[in-house]
């Protein structure tokens, strides 16, 4: 059973940064891309970033030039760098993983965790 952690939440204030951190319990080279979403109180679980096994990534509009996904193939980690925070990144985040074996599509995810930025 693939198991996600993420750590690195908290509160911060309008403009300030975080770091999130997804440490997966095996190798993340078996994943074909791993993610960060977020869900805000009353709102859907919306994409914020992802990378693929290959390193491309994919960030929503919201987000761009703020955020940086990367990973850490040694660590089996994947980060989120967020800068410039505003209020409306509260929410809870959360890292994902997928795998195709077999032709079947496998998707992990973490617990959540919380991010408050106050203004």
């Known amino acids: 059973q693939v198991q996600l952690v993420e750590s690195g939440g908290g509160l911060a204030q309008a403009g300030g940064s975080l770091t999130l951190s997804c440490a997966a319990s095996?190798?993340?080279?078996?994943?074909?891309?791993m993610g960060w979403y977020r869900q805000a109180p009353g709102k859907q679980r919306e994409l914020v970033a992802t990378?693929?096994?290959?390193?491309?990534?994919n960030y929503a509009d919201s987000v761009k030039g703020r955020f940086t996904i990367y990973r850490d193939n040694a660590k089996n980690t994947v980060y989120l760098q967020m800068n410039s925070l505003k209020p409306e990144d509260t929410a809870v985040y959360y890292c994902?993983?997928?795998?195709?074996?077999?032709?079947?599509?496998?998707?992990?995810w973490g617990q959540g965790t919380q991010v408050t930025v106050s203004s």
């Open positions: 994902s993983a997928y795998e195709v074996v077999a032709g079947l599509k496998y998707d992990y």
């Open positions: 095996r190798s993340i080279f078996r994943f074909n891309a």
């Open positions: 990378i693929t096994s290959g390193g491309s990534t």
